[in-house]
């Protein structure tokens, strides 16, 4: 009973014990508040304070566990230290390397970044930017759905840093980094034709944005280029929202529909890991007779036997260009000029 008491009163002081305020760091080191709020916010040289003041204060600070209110010191700077990183589905391969790249480029710098998903939903999006708004995020960086220029110019007009990258929005004026897909689908189903494939299937995704009408129009341009006619029956395009049971049915009907297929080329990771699961239930063999590329590479495509050519975006290189030009716009002391850079995807064959 007694050590179940004292227990208790442990508990009891422990939720009573009041974090420290910067009230009392400056009581404790015997300086003013301001003294102790320079220190915190990196200004303290700047404004003259001692290197035996700094080292006192820190020295408090870290013997109390003083831990600053982000959203409290947010609003009083101006400056948050955070990063809103809008993409359609992080748990994609694509947006998952690159969203750690970003992460790992900001904190560098100093800066965190919090991920997010839309599943390519308008609504979802805006929502998102309003949480970010009260959380006094200092820049976005937002692969964007459509239907979302409204809320995008928003942030802008505000003046926050932007830079949109994989999806283009025509109507938004932001700085842009995306890949060359007219060119990259081009070179993969150039590349099939080369091998002597003539009835190339295409499996792509049914949305109107840039980034997959540029991969069909790439193929197409391709066929036409070899004097290979354009066949729409060829032509999968299925819906977004769709589930990967529908997905590998339909992909399964195409190939049953179409023995004379030779090769496919699929416009995204997710469609050729569907892709290559009905080929495994219909038994059909990735061989000299029939070529399959997939858009976006990773390990799955590299452990598949035979292993998976892959159109391969440069991670390293989009998110490199994401963050200088989002940190030319937090530091720029006036708007600069809105970039777009378009940076080559590289065909690795397999």
């Known amino acids: 009973m007694v050590i179940i008491y004292t227990f208790a009163i442990q508990v009891l002081k422990s939720m009573s014990t009041k974090a420290p305020s910067i009230k009392d760091i400056a009581k404790k080191a015997s300086v003013s508040i301001t003294t102790v709020s320079f220190i915190i916010n990196g200004k303290a040289i700047e404004k003259n304070i001692s290197a035996a003041v700094i080292k006192r204060v820190e ?64 609504g979802k999006t805006t929502e998102l930017i309003n949480l970010f ?24 007009e505000e003046g926050k840093p932007v830079v949109l990258f994989d999806r283009i929005l025509p109507e938004v004026k932001a700085n842009y980094v995306g890949v060359d897909h007219f060119k990259a689908s081009h070179a993969a189903t150039s590349h099939f034709i080369k091998n002597s494939k003539q009835n190339i299937a295409l499996v792509t995704v049914d949305i109107g944005v840039d980034q997959i009408t540029d991969r069909q129009a790439g193929y197409k341009q391709a066929l036409t280029d070899h004097h290979i006619p354009y066949q729409e029956s060829l032509v999968l395009k299925i819906p977004f929202s769709q589930s990967r049971t529908e997905t590998i049915d339909q992909l399964v009907k195409l190939f049953m529909e179409n023995e004379k297929i030779d090769a496919v080329l699929f416009a995204t990771n997710y469609l050729a890991i569907s892709g290559l699961t009905a080929l495994k239930m219909m038994n059909k063999p990735v061989n000299d007779s029939f070529s ?35 940190f030319k716009q937090l530091t720029a002391t006036e708007p600069a000029a809105v970039q777009q850079v378009i940076v080559p995807a590289k065909l690795i064959l397999r």
């Open 59 to 122: 020295d408090i600070i870290i013997e109390e566990g003083y831990k600053p209110n982000q959203v409290a010191r947010s609003l009083r700077t101006g400056n948050s230290q955070i990063i809103a990183l809008i993409v359609e589905d992080i748990s994609n391969s694509f947006f998952a390397g690159i969203a750690r790249l970003i992460e790992e480029k900001a904190y560098k710098k100093g800066y965190k970044i919090i991920f997010s998903s839309t599943d390519n939903f308008p």
């Open 292 to 326: 399959v590329i997939a858009y976006d590479d990773g390990d799955v495509f590299k452990l598949h036997t035979p292993q998976i050519s892959a159109v391969e975006q440069p991670l390293e290189e989009i998110a490199e260009n994401i963050i200088s030009l989002l």
């Open 133 to 156: 708004r009260s959380r006094q995020v200092d820049a976005y960086i937002i692969s964007p759905a459509q239907g979302t220029e409204k809320d995008i110019l928003g942030i802008i």
